[in-house]
């Protein structure tokens, strides 16, 4: 027993000890054998399946936008390669969070603060990309790229940004893009966006996002376990570029717009206006321009939070499309619903005389005549020429709310022109339904006589009124405004061409039409927009002044100005008995309170510039800040 | 024991004894075993060089050092074979005094991650001291428990020998190094076993241990370890902390199938998806880019080496070297279950080194002296008489 270890006497335990020792080792390399086996044959393609989903990911690759160009090629827009400066979370340890961030916020000169709030904003998950700056030049992206150890989960990323060759001037029109939002992340993830792309997010280029995006392609990649990409294995789908767009707007048009209505606001010190130029024949718009404006390139450089709040703030919304999103009184403009109405409907003929009064009473309450004095006996020339309250006044009473409410529609008013820009506002059309509807109340007889002026409930888009007077200068046909001509597809060939859009063909009869035409031309004639008559060439129209907001101590009103004009198609011998005019104007003037009315000068203005007139026939003592309804 | 002997080891034995003789008596398949199994972990060293993007051949390297490492490894081994092994029986409690010198030492002077003491740094090199402790251990247990023959059947011997190798246990703890600690309770656990210590007591020390563990659960274990003890059952609960290894290192190695996809060429080691894939998981790295039939392999060298090492204990006729023989089988036999047992998910992350293949100077130059004296007492031994 006690020399057990001495085989010759207990060999046995010995020998069981070893055995079972032996046992353990077979049993032990048999079990990891088992379980090696269990691994790689049982389940060897399960695993390798696992390994290779885990290394590669599908990735996008981005499809260039499409570019955008004017009516006559000139590009509108175009793509430039950036720097931004990205940062992927999920590789930034968070120990390490406020030094990389205050590192990277000063190689950046931002505050830290905005790193910080675009890492907590990340809208995917902790290891999609964020992005924390754009636009980044190229020694500061050099700088952050050989940082690189020190900043982890901070990359710099080559990416496409929007140059916008005329930056304010197009603004309104073409938009911008910017940031997927949170609202709009889990729709778009569908279609393929990602948490750090680029939409548009106003203007033409959300309009046409679908169109501009192109198809987003994707690419297999290989990736290490932090989600870096190695190497790129295979293209999967290739990228188709986007859609080109040609517009209707003339950059020269544009431009004189803009020039025309800059003069007159600051001559006056005026803060808002809108001028827009159409073709009545095809509803395309040749220029729109709404002061005041942005540029559309600080957004699409990454505009700063506090630039972005100057601009929201601001009280004449620069960010605000006028022409479209805004709607205002449109003052004696409106006359031509009235006049086109009551003729149609024969309650007036065109020799149909009209006595025009100083004031007409209705119960107790006085209606003026707008000069206090009328011109006795009028037509409708007289009366739309003189712009006469009075006869206008009898007008509506004639026709009653409802009948005026159809006119207006039948005008496009009350209804958005559906031009391919967002969000359009409708505009109001009152009538006896709306009145019960809005407010709960029927009309009253001098809210008739009001709407028959433009005045009181009455708003249009200054679109719904140039819109308007093109189908009166087009002989009855309502067009949809357009600024897209043509899409033009990744192969440069045209994949949609310019196609008219009608509304609808006026219910009217074309004499009336004929009879308003040329009552706009007796507006010029009569010397009631001064001296437009003396240009070389002929211009019809109507003038409007428009009071809002509230009296001043002496109960006088503020007050807007508009004036809508066009031109035969031969503007210096044609005749608006003609529905040929291929050059529709029109202005808005906010809150000018000048001695003649400001939307005149400014349509003046354009037409000088539009047609080449050398004379200058502006009278920029109409523009002296003063009378108030010296003019209508 | 207690006074240092002389007697047993005359120098005169050994330099009477011929070259030839000696030779003859050397177990070639053991040194050839365990020197395929150093060049497994020369391979996997390369292979991890190439795969972290330098030249393997560039001075730093993993390959390069592990080359170096082996060289050393092999003089050791020549030093130790040349030795005669019965010095060691009579150096017993130097041998001890020594092995605790070191462990104080690295807890003293050495470094490791995150505050804790695991090697000691020499100029350009480190070593783990804890790694030769073990070899050192089974030298003074196999002594301890070879001269306590007659006594077996007592629980005093056996308790003894569990007092033995309570302080350097402690000391591993200390660093803190959990895994080595549980391989110096296998060595203890291999070697009683071997020893013919009587069942009834053995079955009562198990009990014994059993009985600790939820002591040591709730006072000794600190919270990343009992994580880390626990994360192998349900590695899907943690997957980005100790989960994550454990998900990772079963991935590859079942991607690795039956052929593995070459060397170099492992997908999950190159895209740093595996941790430590030089150390404590070399496995899986072997096991992707191998496959089956490496994994086989490698298992067959380990089952070979064992077997060898088991015959050196058994055709000892001294108590000394069937003890030893048995610590080093034991030593051998559990790191590769609990480090290959945690590369595919079936034992706990312990952080112990797969022998001869995880990257480490001191753990294959302990392996090498720990050889080298089975080889030592390989050729010592006298003819058979049966």
Known sequence: MNTYLDRSTVPDRRFSRFIVFGLVVVLAVGALTARLFYLQIANGTEYAAISTRQRTVLEPIAAPRGLIYDRNGRLLVDNVPTFAVKIRPADLPNTQRDAVVARLGALLATDPSEIHGAIDGNLGSAFDLVRVAQDVDQATAQLISEAGFELPGVEVVVEARRRYTDGALMSHLLGYTGPVSAEQLPKLRDQGYQPDDLLGKVGLEAQYETELRGTYGSESVARDATGRRTQVLQTVEHAVPGASLTLTIDTKAQKDAEKALKWAMKKIGMTRGVVIAMNPQTGEILAMVSLPTYDNNEFARGISTADYAKLLTDKDKPLLNHAIQAHYAPGSTYKLVAGTGALDDREITPTTRVMTRPYLTLGDTKFYEWNRRGWGACDIYCGFGHSSDTFFYQLAGMLGIDRLGYWANQYGFGEPTGVDLPSEVSGIVPTNEWKQAALGAEVFPGETYQAGIGQGYDAVTPLQLINAYAALANGGTLYQPQIVRDIVGPDGAISRPFEPEVIHEMDVRSNVLRVMRNAARETVTLRHTYNLVDLPIKIAGKSGTAEFGTPDSRGRLPYSSFFVGFTPKDPFKGSFDKTDSELVVMAFAHDSRTVGNAATEIVKYFFQLHYGIEKDYRLPALLERGNFYQND | ?386
């Open chain 2, 1 to 386: 024991m207690g006074v240092i002997r002389a007697e047993p080891a005359r120098v005169t034995d050994w330099a009477a004894k011929s070259v030839g003789a000696a030779w003859r008596a050397f177990d070639l398949q053991l040194a050839t075993f365990a020197g395929l199994l150093a060049a497994v972990g020369l391979v996997m060293a390369y292979t991890n060089s190439v795969e972290a993007g330098s030249s393997p051949l560039e001075a730093g390297t993993t390959f390069t050092r592990g080359l170096m490492w082996a060289g050393i490894a092999v003089l050791a081994f020549i030093v130790a074979t040349s030795f005669d092994y019965r010095w060691l029986k009579t150096l017993s409690w130097p041998v001890y005094g020594l092995q605790l010198g070191l462990l104080v030492l690295t807890l003293l002077i050495g470094d490791g991650v995150g505050g804790s003491a695991r090697w000691v740094t020499f100029g350009p090199f480190t070593f783990q001291f804890s790694e030769l402790a073990k070899i050192l251990m089974i030298i003074v247990l196999a002594q301890y428990l070879a001269s306590r023959q007659a006594k077996l059947d007592s629980l005093r011997a056996i308790l003894g020998a569990c007092v033995l190798v309570g302080p350097p246990l402690i000391l591993v703890m200390l660093q803190p190094d959990l895994g080595t600690s549980l391989v110096f309770g296998a060595i203890l656990a291999g070697m009683l076993w071997m020893s013919g210590a009587s069942l009834l007591w053995l079955g009562a020390l198990g009990a014994g241990v059993v009985a600790l563990i939820p002591i040591a659960w709730n006072y000794i274990l600190l919270d990343y370890q009992k994580q880390r003890l626990t994360s192998f059952l349900d590695p899907a609960t943690d997957i980005s902390g100790a989960g994550y290894q454990l998900h990772q290192s079963q991935i590859a190695v079942g991607a690795g199938g039956l052929f593995g996809r070459g060397l170099t060429n492992g997908t999950q080691a190159q895209g740093d998806f595996l941790p430590v894939q030089t150390t404590d998981f070399v496995f899986s790295v072997l096991a992707e880019e191998l496959g089956f039939v490496g994994g086989l392999v490698l298992f067959s060298l380990f089952a070979l080496l064992l077997w060898r090492v088991l015959v050196a204990g058994w055709r000892s006729r001294d108590p000394f070297g069937t003890l030893f023989a048995a610590g080093i089988a034991s030593m051998i036999l559990f790191q590769l279950v609990v480090n290959v047992g945690m590369v595919m998910g079936i034992m706990p992350i312990t952080g112990i080194p797969l022998p001869f293949v995880t990257h480490g100077g001191a753990s294959l130059v302990s392996l090498a002296i720990g050889l080298g004296i089975l080889q030592s007492i390989n050729i010592r031994q006298r003819r058979a008489e049966w």
